[in-house]
């Protein structure tokens, strides 16, 4: 039995996505990203589908397209990237007295910087 859908290959989702901010300019939320790269592909095939937590995770590592987050407190600490995915390992610093201390953390694969422990995204602005 063959699905009822298509996933569009990481290239075309790029060049869509790129499509659309050179149309736009900057996309200041995830929803309206995912809704205009979505419409953008299914005038190539009206079968395509694609989930945005893909759009994101391959928008953040195409280091192509630019990925500003606005972030919000919260009480709980990241165990993985919230844009890919990816490890976030700590950023080693050391404070007056010499004494090593944890300045925050950084994904090894998308680069995302997270400064204190305790903030999450709360908004995405895609941009060129």
Request: hydrophobic share 30%.
């Given at each position: ?32 990203m ?11 095939n ?21 990925v ?14 919230p ?20 300045l ?10 997270i400064e ?9 602005r895609?941009?060129?």
């Open positions: 039995m063959v699905a009822g859908y298509r996933l569009p290959e990481r290239g075309r989702i790029l060049s869509a996505a790129r499509e659309v901010l050179k149309r736009h300019g900057e996309v200041s939320s995830l929803s309206e995912h809704f205009l790269v979505l419409n953008r592909l299914k005038k190539e009206p079968r395509y589908r694609l989930s945005k937590s893909r759009l994101l995770k391959l928008i953040a590592l195409s280091h192509r397209i630019g500003k987050v606005e972030k919000r407190r919260t009480d709980r600490e990241p165990e993985h990237c844009l890919c995915g990816g490890e976030l390992k700590d950023l080693p610093g050391i404070n007056l007295f010499g004494e090593r201390i944890k925050g953390k950084k994904c090894s694969g998308c680069g995302y910087r204190r422990p305790n903030l999450e995204p709360r908004r995405y895609f941009y060129l």
